[in-house]
């Protein structure tokens, strides 16, 4: 199939493109290289997509006329929309940038899909928009209606508009709830790369919460199969939703919400030693209390999504850290003090 994928210079989108590039499929990228970080790292991820199916556009998603064309040029079958402002503290300080290319993108995105015959549309949600239900594990069966930052309230926005545009226009979209994706080619901003740089330069690390904190990390490689696996199935619409009792990971129309977690929360302090045990050194440990915004513990349902493509993400913390430290030490050219064989 002919896919269009946003944000292909970005973490997930580098290694989505890569892995449907894999399976023959062509890709069409999109991404604006912004400067939220760093812009050698978007390259050196776009260096690795050369390939004679990955054609890449340079173009924001704000820019309604750019992405107009773009879809009536490219005229894809699939759309997987990864772009967006990501990060929950970065939108404490900016939140302008959240609305502009979470919703005006979206909007276009959906307004392009809906013009351009699309046979679906995948796009990115994020745990986040569990906010303050503290019911776990998180299911897409529940209510989602206290958000707890702009950049959540922006993802469940998108969850809305895609909905309508299934409603009306009878565009199949699956929105993908990620839970704290990590591993190799990762974003700076992400607590592993930051956690992993300052122990290596034995700089202190912050720990939030003062380390009572659970995460579902997800290793980028579980979350890439799953998607691989939903670009073959079009959301359906469910025949026994009702509107008396509605369901808000189903729908009438042809819409479907899922979690892509690992199904097993890890303690923030196991984490960073399994850091320390690869890095071979100790962190320095600034404990901190819990940052707006964030939520104490998150925890991924993942039923729906193992019914449905039959798989789940299972790629293990020691497993992962691993992966990652092992490509961070060798893109920087890094030496780690009394480790041997490292990459």
């Given at each position: 199939m002919k896919i269009l994928i946003t944000g292909a210079a970005g973490f997930i989108g580098s290694h989505l493109s890569r892995k449907l590039l894999a399976q023959n499929h062509s890709i069409v990228g999109i991404d604006n290289l912004n400067s939220y970080y760093?812009?050698?790292?978007?390259?050196?991820?776009?260096?690795?997509?050369?390939h004679e199916n990955f054609k890449f556009y340079e173009e924001s998603l704000e820019n309604r006329e750019a992405i107009t064309e773009i879809f009536e040029q490219e005229k894809p079958e699939v759309v997987v929309n990864l772009a967006a402002q990501a990060g929950v503290r970065y939108s404490l300080e900016n939140p302008h940038a959240?609305?502009?290319?979470?919703?005006?993108?979206?909007?276009?995105?959906?307004e392009a899909c809906r013009h351009n015959?699309?046979?679906?549309?995948?796009?990115?949600?994020?745990?986040?928009?569990?906010?303050?239900?503290?019911?776990?594990?998180?299911?897409?069966h529940d209510n989602i209606d206290h958000p707890l930052s702009l950049y959540a309230a922006t993802k469940k926005a998108n969850e809305l508009m895609a909905h309508t545009y299934s409603s009306l226009y009878n565009i199949p979209t699956t929105g993908l709830r990620f839970f704290t994706v990590y591993g190799p080619w990762g974003r700076p901003d992400m607590a592993l790369f930051m956690?992993?740089?300052?122990?290596?330069?034995?700089?202190?690390?912050?720990?939030?919460?003062?380390?009572?904190?659970?995460?579902?990390?997800?290793?980028?490689?579980?979350?890439?199969?799953s998607i691989a696996r939903l670009v073959e199935k079009p959301a359906e619409p469910n025949p026994d939703w009702s509107g008396k009792n509605p369901d808000p990971g189903t729908s009438y129309a042809p819409y479907k919400i899922y979690n892509i977690g690992n199904n097993n929360p890890v303690n923030l302090m196991d984490f960073i030693e399994a850091i320390e045990e690869k890095v071979g050194k100790k962190a320095i440990k600034n404990f901190m209390p819990l940052q707006a915004g964030d939520v104490p513990a998150t925890y991924a349902d993942v039923a729906d999504l193992y019914r449905d493509i039959d798989f789940q993400p299972q790629t293990s913390i020691k497993d992962g850290v691993s992966k990652f430290v092992d490509w961070y030490v060798e893109y920087y050219g890094v030496k780690l003090e009394g480790v041997e064989n490292q990459a």
């Open positions: 760093s812009v050698a790292l978007k390259e050196s991820r776009l260096k690795m997509l050369e959240y609305i502009e290319s979470n919703i005006v993108g979206f909007i276009n995105i959906l015959q699309i046979q679906q549309l995948i796009y990115a949600s994020s745990s986040s928009v569990y906010g303050a239900n503290t019911s776990l594990p998180f299911s897409v956690f992993t740089k300052n122990i290596i330069e034995g700089k202190p690390i912050n720990v939030f919460n003062n380390g009572e904190m659970m995460r579902d990390f997800t290793y980028v490689d579980d979350i890439v199969e």
